[in-house]
């Protein structure tokens, strides 16, 4: 599906930090989470328009959506559902928060996506023993919540 990407003409892939709010304060992350959602995060309309302008990359255009936690954003499994009608391969890594629940991971299913594949949900490795990914995400029991968000998800 990738091999034949020519990243001299569009990009491998394109990631989109939906939001810079979240629960963690996690060491590795790069949104500079905040507790709340910023006041000029992009409009669902807005969001749309920019799956638009990815969808000029051409079919199978890899997305992204993280954050933050994309989770935190009411609109971010419509944005997947339109990014996948319009062909894009669409991608969520959600936070292990409270946000992450069966019913939001079983909410990113969709099956119109290019050869009836699903839209992914990447959720991040936990340590050995939970304690590596409490010091990271500098909270302890995420990795539970990750856990129970994704049982029985293939």
């Known amino acids: ?14 990631v989109w930090e939906l939001t810079r709010a979240c629960d963690l304060t996690c ?17 669902t309309a807005e ?6 302008e990815a969808r000029r990359f051409g079919e199978n255009q890899l997305v992204v959506l993280s954050g933050g936690d994309p989770l935190a954003s009411d609109d971010t499994v419509e944005l997947i559902e ?6 894009l391969l669409m991608t969520l890594t959600p936070s292990g928060t409270a946000s992450l629940t069966p019913d ?3 909410g990113v299913r969709h099956d119109r996506r290019p ?40």
């Not at 060491?27 to 409009?43: G, I, N, S």
């Not at 969001?47 to 638009?52: H, Q, Y």
């Not at 590596?132 to 909270?139: N, P, T, V």
């Open 27 to 43: 060491k590795h992350c790069r949104a500079d989470a905040q507790p709340e959602r910023h006041p000029d995060e992009l409009t």
């Open 1 to 14: 599906m990738h091999a034949n990407v020519d990243t001299d003409r569009r990009p491998f892939v394109l």
């Open 115 to 154: 050869a009836g594949e699903r839209p992914a949900v990447c959720v991040r490795a936990r340590g050995v023993r939970g304690t590596a990914s409490d010091r990271l995400r500098s909270r302890g029991g995420t990795d539970r919540g990750d856990t129970a968000a994704t049982r029985g998800r293939r």
């Open 47 to 52: 969001g749309t328009a920019l799956l638009d």
């Open 82 to 87: 339109y990014g996948a009608d319009r062909g």
């Open 104 to 106: 939001r991971v079983a």
